[in-house]
């Protein structure tokens, strides 16, 4: 009982964004003791792995997280319905962060039939809500993200939960700009703003500032999008995540193509190529590289080539139908200026055929 107690209150430091230092001697703490009582009831030492994964997925460690799930996977059977109901909530997390909306929609949806079967509390629904509207925003579904955020909003503001009253107010600053609501949406990530300044958070920080940017930057207003592009960029660099970085690099380029400065824009576009590589940023290698073409003015059959048989698949084959509109309506334009009309009249009819898949 004691190990339970010193596992879940493990759980509840997590979710609450505690010190990491505090949570890795807490992790140390639950090991010692679980080699020191010689306990040989599976389902405790199984409670400590899925919490584990929790903390890994925490930490952005995913070979950790993709290790445990194997290792759990083996154990599901035994499983009893809260730990599967936390096991699935957990891997909803993990296949979202890995760009895997399939499994991530899955294990959530499994989780959320599984929590009406357990005791739990309000403020854990709020967590697996904060989920699904975290996927939902990820891959375009804006009314199940707008449903879900609040949900969430409305038991973390009875909490007084200010981290993700904070993180709910951005995902539905982000929903409210891809419908064009641009007041709405500014207002959201003013309130989120409020909070993170409390917290002097440079994570959600350096995340609020790139939302405001593309705001800015959606309205016309190039050099505000810069400034707040500029701003989160300062405070992403200090938590020092290149994961963060890049995309923010990527519009900070475009932003720069857009106002014709050539040099900055390259610079910044050379900057994230390499960032891309070292991490294997499949989805931001594909749009950087097709900015590079466009800032060089190169927009000839490589160009062609490989928005159609690279960029396009992997962007239909990972969902992000956002970018399959944008790029097949491109490369539509290209087509029609070179007179290519059938070519052209195919790639405006997959454009609209993504749009209607964003809902």
Same mark, same amino acid.
């Given at each position: 009982?004691?190990?339970?107690?010193?596992?879940?209150?493990? /759980?509840?430091?997590i979710?609450? /964004?505690e010190?990491?230092?505090?949570? *890795?001697?807490?992790?140390?703490?639950?090991?010692?003791?679980?080699?020191?009582?010689?306990? $040989?009831?599976?389902?405790?030492?199984?409670r400590?792995d899925?919490?584990?994964?929790?903390?890994? =997925?925490?930490? &952005?460690d995913? *070979?950790?997280?993709?290790?445990? !799930?194997?290792?759990?996977?083996?154990?599901?059977? !035994?499983?009893?319905?809260?730990?599967?109901? @936390? +096991?699935? %909530?957990?891997?909803?997390?993990?296949?979202?962060?890995?760009? #895997?909306?399939?499994?991530?929609?899955?294990?959530?949806?499994?989780?959320?039939?599984?929590?009406?079967?357990?005791?739990?509390?309000?403020?854990?629904?709020?967590?697996?809500? @904060?989920?699904?509207?975290?996927?939902?925003?990820? +891959?375009? %579904?804006?009314?199940?993200?707008?449903?879900?955020?609040?949900?969430?909003?409305?038991?973390?503001?009875?909490?007084?939960?200010?981290?993700?009253?904070?993180?709910?107010?951005?995902?539905?600053?982000?929903?409210?700009? #891809? =419908?064009?609501?641009?007041?709405?949406?500014?207002?959201? @990530?003013?309130?989120?703003?409020?909070?993170?300044?409390?917290?002097?958070?440079?994570?959600?920080?350096?995340?609020?500032? %790139?939302?405001?940017?593309?705001?800015? &930057? #959606? $309205?016309?207003?190039?050099?505000?999008?810069?400034?707040?592009?500029?701003?989160?960029?300062e405070?992403?660099?200090?938590?020092?995540?290149?994961?963060?970085? =890049?995309?923010?690099?990527?519009?900070?380029?475009? *932003? /720069?193509?857009?106002l014709?400065?050539?040099?900055?824009?390259?610079?910044?576009?050379?900057?994230?190529?390499?960032?891309?590589?070292?991490?294997?940023?499949n989805?931001?290698? /594909?749009?950087?590289?097709?900015?590079?073409?466009?800032?060089?003015?190169?927009? #000839? *059959?490589?160009?062609?080539?490989? =928005?159609?048989?690279?960029?396009l698949?992997?962007?239909e084959?990972?969902?992000?139908?956002? +970018?399959?509109?944008?790029?097949?309506?491109?490369?539509?334009? @290209?087509? +029609?200026?070179?007179?290519?009309?059938?070519?052209?009249?195919?790639?405006?009819?997959?454009?609209?055929?993504a749009?209607?898949?964003i809902?």
């Amino acid at each position: 009982e004691e190990i339970k107690w010193l596992i879940d209150d493990w /759980y509840r430091m997590i979710v609450n /964004y505690e010190d990491p230092r505090s949570l *890795e001697e807490r992790a140390k703490e639950i090991e010692d003791k679980l080699k020191q009582s010689s306990i $040989q009831q599976p389902l405790i030492h199984l409670r400590f792995d899925v919490f584990k994964l929790r903390y890994e =997925i925490y930490r &952005s460690d995913l *070979e950790k997280a993709k290790q445990l !799930i194997q290792h759990l996977n083996q154990f599901r059977e !035994i499983l009893d319905t809260e730990l599967q109901y @936390y +096991f699935h %909530h957990f891997c909803g997390i993990y296949y979202n962060m890995v760009n #895997d909306y399939n499994n991530a929609i899955k294990c959530l949806k499994m989780a959320e039939e599984e929590i009406q079967k357990i005791s739990h509390s309000e403020t854990e629904e709020a967590h697996l809500y @904060y989920q699904f509207a975290n996927l939902y925003c990820k +891959f375009m %579904h804006l009314s199940d993200c707008i449903n879900y955020a609040e949900k969430a909003l409305a038991i973390f503001n009875k909490d007084y939960n200010i981290t993700r009253i904070s993180d709910c107010q951005t995902i539905l600053g982000i929903t409210n700009r #891809d =419908i064009k609501n641009y007041s709405k949406a500014e207002y959201h @990530y003013n309130q989120a703003l409020k909070f993170a300044k409390v917290m002097n958070d440079p994570v959600r920080l350096g995340v609020i500032y %790139h939302n405001l940017g593309f705001v800015k &930057s #959606d $309205q016309g207003d190039s050099e505000e999008a810069i400034n707040c592009y500029r701003k989160s960029l300062e405070y992403k660099e200090k938590v020092g995540k290149n994961e963060s970085i =890049i995309m923010t690099i990527y519009l900070l380029a475009k *932003e /720069y193509h857009r106002l014709s400065m050539k040099k900055e824009c390259l610079e910044q576009i050379k900057r994230g190529l390499a960032i891309a590589e070292t991490l294997q940023d499949n989805i931001c290698y /594909y749009l950087l590289s097709i900015l590079n073409f466009e800032a060089l003015g190169t927009l #000839d *059959e490589n160009y062609e080539q490989f =928005i159609l048989n690279k960029a396009l698949p992997y962007f239909e084959n990972h969902k992000r139908w956002d +970018f399959v509109a944008t790029y097949a309506e491109d490369l539509g334009n @290209y087509y +029609f200026k070179l007179k290519f009309y059938k070519k052209a009249g195919e790639m405006y009819q997959l454009a609209n055929e993504a749009r209607k898949k964003i809902i």
